[in-house]
């Protein structure tokens, strides 16, 4: 796992060694094993790439980079790992191709030698990489599939930047860290910057299985490679589901297997969930010495503390387990948070994340996580209430608006209450408009926190490309899952793991959205993933006698963090003067008035507002911290500090 940057100029000017450096140093974190920048030159073209290194395949210097072939006409950086390079690099070499060394690395500098920008369709793993042709006199650009590495890119006259971090991109000269006011309503209501969009103007994330093409002009073109297929709705099953259930354990274990390739120590979060239960159980079947297994709960506070069920895992496949302990005083972390994540984030569960992270680092270099089984197998019960609203006749629907919404917001907000709520508010509402209600962290009152602000053109109507889903008669279930995909598991949870990880160098790999599986899945009849409120049929069916039973039918619970109480204990005074100050900043961007309301009804007890509070206040840090983001030192950069708001 690495971090890279580059600049290139077909104008003639050439690319500044300092400021390469300086982008690369920025990422230092990412990659703390090995820094390197090259400056290349072609006919009035001049490019700078810059790295940094994890090493994790082939520890030798052979496998620094950028990376070159003999003739120094193609040059790569990359960021992630090809689960596939063995086989690959086998049929290259059959096919009369030579290594200089065993990585990942160059056998995606050979494949692209032998088919060009087509090698994208071949390679399976997570990255974001760039290569310089030479002969073709382009850049070009790429992401994995489903966005698992980031990769940000600024474009001016003839010249375009690009890095694994905006953090990276605002040393660069030319870009400015100003705020794009035009993405704050969808930050508020979705909690994220909707892909390609980010925080700041003139900043762009290049999407999901796209590739970007940079020619000797300057001029970009951007276009997809991948994207998944929807069945259409009467298609009927190639599978039983026992042979489905059976091709889905298939798949996971490959899945996993080719996660376990490292030449370093390996490991894996350990939630006790059913999706990080099911990862540990294959890799203590895949390997011969004990798992290193990882968990985390709150002090204080046992409704969120998942320890418990991780424990009944961890004996049950003999790992050698550790499990860490987050307390209020983690707050202190919140600096570092918005820095490593390049803006504000209504995640919060970042900070055991974050926390978690850190301390797996001191004993593995990789960590395998159950990320993205919710998304592949329909893991949520909003999933289950947005196909029940559909059978509920409106006017039921509007009546429960009556009764219920009025009424006032009992519990946090995983309150079974709470929920019956925020699902009766938007009960009379179109399909996508109601369905983002139930998802938001602003919602009915985002016109209150920011007058004129649109909640329906906060996010669009459709995420990205939903339509054509629709189009092709997928089901409902297909486009929630479709939408999940392009937008929560994109731009809030991946976001989340890959900063928190890669804040102390640890590699996080996601089995659950391996391609193979994932096409699979998605193709499986609804029956098989979601019938009524019993979410993951296929899979815990799948690997009903690998867990204990405990495990396999326990609910889902989620990654959650007890705002609620430290927010009125010993947090209290640190939010006020956050977000209640004269001077606070985001009193330029949203109505003061209502923020204070807000508090005080937290505060009194009389409501739990603790994620909306939680999302002004990453804000406001951010908005504290921007100014120095385009001046900060190099010394920060790859160290567990940050500039320090005031």
Known sequence: MCGIAGIFHGNGQPVELPV????????????????????????????????????????????????????????????????????????????????????????????????????????????????????????????????????????GPTRVAFASEIKA???????????DTDVLPAFFQCGYAPTPATFYRSIHALPPGHLLSVDEHGRTTERPYWNLSVPPLAAPSRDSFADAAARVRELLTAAVRRRLIADVPLGAFLSGGLDSSIIVGLMSQLTTQP??????????DAYFDETRYARLVAQ?????????????????????LVWHHDGPFADSSALP??????????????????????????????????????????????????????LPAWGGHRHPFRRLQKFASSAALPFDERFNRWIAVFAEDLQELMPGASAVAAIGAMAPGEGAVARAGGSLLSRLLYRNLKTYLLDDLLVKMDRCTMAHALEARSPFLDTALMEYVFRLPDAMKLRGWRTKVILRSAFADLLPREILTRGKMGFGVPLRSWFCGDMRQYLQDMLLAPDARLRRYVDQAYVGRLCAAHLSGRADYSHRLWTLLTFEVWLRQLPTWGRTSAAYAGQDVVPHHG
């Open 316 to 336: 049950r496949f003999k790992t050698t387990h550790t499990e860490f302990i987050v307390e209020p005083a983690s707050f202190d972390l919140i600096d570092r």
């Open 169 to 179: 991109l605002l040393r660069y000269p030319a870009v400015t860290p100003e705020v």
């Open 353 to 406: 994340t974050y926390v978690l992270s850190r301390l797996t680092r001191a004993h593995v270099t990789v960590a395998l996580t159950g990320d993205g089984g919710d998304e592949v197998f329909a893991g949520y019960l909003r999933f289950s209430a947005a196909l029940l609203a559909e059978r509920i006749p409106a006017w039921v629907r509007r009546l429960a608006v009556q009764l219920l919404t009025g």
């Open 291 to 300: 798992v290193r297994t990882f968990s985390i709960g709150f002090a204080g």
């Open 20 to 155: 390469l450096s300086s982008m690369a140093a920025a990422l230092a974190h990412r990659g703390p094993d090995g820094q390197g920048a090259r400056l290349l030159a072609a006919e009035g073209i001049h490019l700078g790439l810059g790295h940094t290194r994890l090493k994790v395949i082939d520890l030798s210097p052979a496998a620094d980079q950028p990376m070159a072939n003999e003739d120094g006409s193609v040059w790569l950086v990359f960021n992630g790992e090809i689960y596939n390079y063995r086989e690959l690099r086998a049929q290259l070499i059959s096919e009369g191709c030579r290594f200089r060394t065993s990585s990942d690395t160059e056998v995606i500098l050979r494949l692209y030698e032998q088919v060009g920008e087509r090698c994208l369709e071949r390679l399976d793993g997570m990255f974001a990489l760039a290569v310089w042709d030479r002969r073709a006199r382009r850049l070009l650009l790429a992401r994995d599939r489903v966005g698992k590495k980031p990769l940000f890119y600024w474009t």
